[in-house]
């Protein structure tokens, strides 16, 4: 493993984001994801990793939400 990950530095992040995008064992998954402090619940099914690292949830209604570790206090998949 850390040879791979010696194999990775210095490649351009946007190679980085597509092999993680790739590997990715959520990707086309259904998820719950509780939203700190209770605000509020969203489900959907995960599309995409934006470039900061967030992932991108596909809700029923077609909105795209990006949620980043300090938004959500409980994530299951469906």
């Known amino acids: 493993m850390l040879q791979a990950i010696d194999e990775r530095r210095g490649a351009p ?8 995008r790739r590997l ?7 998820v ?3 939203l700190h402090g ?4 969203l489900d959907g099914t995960a599309v995409d990793t934006i470039e900061d690292g967030a992932l991108e949830v596909c809700t029923a ?18």
């Open 61 to 78: 209604a077609g909105k795209r939400v990006p949620l980043r570790p300090q938004d959500v206090s409980s994530f299951r998949y469906g």
């Open 32 to 34: 719950y994801v509780q």
């Open 13 to 20: 992040p946007d190679a980085v984001l597509e092999d993680y």
């Open 24 to 30: 990715c064992a959520t990707m086309g998954r259904y």
């Open 38 to 41: 209770g605000r509020s619940r």
